[in-house]
């Protein structure tokens, strides 16, 4: 298995690399494994889907990326690299350069991204005055054609707007302009179009769709709804109890499932053709975020688990190029 | 013979805005809507933020007022109702929230809460709640031993069971379910949809079902009023609606629901723009501004609910055949 080094040096154009990070919460008493050993690399203008349910550390993963993780939240190993800059053992100082000028993010809930006191102009004014160096006027007129190039209507109203005047569609595509204003190298979008309506989510999936086209983003998508995955993402990393269970292109991956959990993802979509017939749910419930496991964390919800994976925990393996996947009976089981 | 249940019409919920910044006007939140519910059946509503779907909940289990309408309820008109009927209708009328953290006091054991009701409606008394909230918790698949936790011990899919288990507890016949699934992750999503089917093959009750998704709804539905700015653009059987949809919106809709069954990308619908303000609604069919079939006549005239074939509405100019032009 080629670690996530070599795959880097493989594919040379890898602009970010995450090897076998570990992110935990410690308190007194307790430690939280939230990321235990996650590793990928993400490519310009690919789009990389971090899938996986509550607590399964997607979103701690995008935000140890981009070294946001508060306390007692701690990045306790690994090596994140940006473009061969190591982000781990920068300064504080050096780190705040990054973010928002080579890293952006945007978030779920995009009205609370906004402060209410100040326009959504502002706030893109604000990132191109810090991070750009452009005059008062110079980035007002650049926020407007920011906007336009997202497809708001009237983007001259929009930006002397206040966050309460606008849906919560517009917010996320004014957070999105504050976000690749300054031509970011990574753009990470954390459960973005969660609260949003679903059409509303699909306009901004294809507004960053033709993002990472034209201007060769690169972005890593977490979410946890298969319609994202499938509408948004060439590349999906399916996660589990705060590791990797599977990974491949999207396509394939959604066609044929390797790893059982993400078999039983699939099985979980309501399918109106069988309306006669239950769901296939998966047994059980997920393990308590963040706790320490022996063996395989879904073992024991895992039809085809056997003794051993109690015990032993799968490493991620490729069983196709570009195909991983931790499980020893990767393929054994079958969507529905 | 199906009897029916209840019977919705002309229902309209309006809420006055502040006088100084309209001049009197009004949000028409619900505009206009008619329907039955048979007995044992599952209606969806679907629909997006601001459509109207929660308000009409609100409606249907008496936590609004309708601006004008009327509801009957097995024959019944509900605004004529006496006193005296109404005690009885808040046993056979429940209703379960979307945010199954919220639906519980946080410091009352889950089994206290589930038993509230027979209490309140003096069906039980003393050991019997015990055992009676107990057998809810393993009617909705749960453990009986969760009955003394308290909810924050519970997972969300099993808080959202325990819900469903205190609406059952009064053995009503008609459930409202306000987005039961939307705030649970696909694996607890599933075990909650089961549940409703479950319940449906068992039992007489008739389910108003509340979701975003189509794809949920037409797995779990009868039939489906798909609604949009307040009104019902659509209705017709689950299949019907996801096999031949007719309005735009419910096409726009169905094609992100299909995604996740692996339509391919060529076959999405995208529609541009935001549902529109229902205090500031646009002339005409209040889906113009974002439609990919509009024409003049959608921008002047509202469509009317019409037939267009068994069974099967449509609010659209389009979908009936009107020339827009």
Known sequence: MPSAAEAARLRPEAVLSVENLRTHFVTPGKTVFAIDGVSFSLAAGERLALVGESGSGKSVTAKSIMRLVREPGRIVGGRISLRGDD????????????????????????????????????????????????????????????LRELKVPSPEDVVDAYPFQLSGGMCQRVLIATAIATDPEVLIADEATSGLDVTVQASILRTLDALAEKAGTAMLITTHSIQVVR????????????????????????????????AGLLSCMPDSYRRDKPISAIAGEPPVPGS????????????????????????????????????????DVRVR | MSVELLRVEHLRKYYPLKKQHSGGKYTRAVEDVSFTIQEGEILGLVGESGCGKTTLARLLVGLAEPTSGKIWFRGTLLATMPESGWRAWRRDVQIVFQDHFASFDPRLPIGKSIEFPLRVHGLAQGRALRTEAEKLLVRVGLNPNLYSRLPHELSGGQRQRAAIARALSVNPVLIIADEPVAALDLSAQAHVLNLFTALRRNSRVSYVFITHDLNVAAYLCDRVLVMYGGRVVETASAETI????????????????????????????????????????????KFHPRCFAAGPLCRRIEPSLDEIDGSHWVACHVAKGVSVA
């Open chain 1, 87 to 146: 982000l781990l053992t920068m300064s504080a100082a050096e780190m705040r350069r990054i973010r928002g000028r080579r890293i952006s993010m945007i978030f779920q809930d995009p009205v609370s991204y906004l402060d209410p006191m100040f326009t959504a102009g502002h706030a893109i004014i604000e990132v191109l005055r810090l991070h750009r160096s452009a005059s008062r006027a110079g980035a007002r007129k650049q926020a407007v054609s920011l």
């Open chain 1, 231 to 262: 509408q948004a993402c060439s590349r999906t990393i399916v996660m589990y109890h705060g590791r990797i269970v599977e990974e491949g292109p999207t396509s394939e991956l959604l066609r044929q499932p390797l790893h059982p959990y993400t």
């Open chain 1, 292 to 331: 320490e496991v022996q063996g395989c964390a879904f073992a024991p919800r895992c039809p085809i688990a056997r003794p051993t994976c109690n015990e032993l925990r799968p490493p991620l393996a490729e069983y196709a190029p570009g195909r991983r996947a931790a499980c020893p009976y990767a393929g």
């Open chain 2, 242 to 285: 996801f096999d031949t949809p007719r309005h735009p919106y419910t096409r726009a809709l169905i094609s992100a629901a299909l995604l996740g069954r692996g339509a391919k990308m060529t076959e999405q619908i995208v529609v541009e723009g935001d549902p529109p303000n229902p205090a500031d609604p646009p002339p005409g069919c």
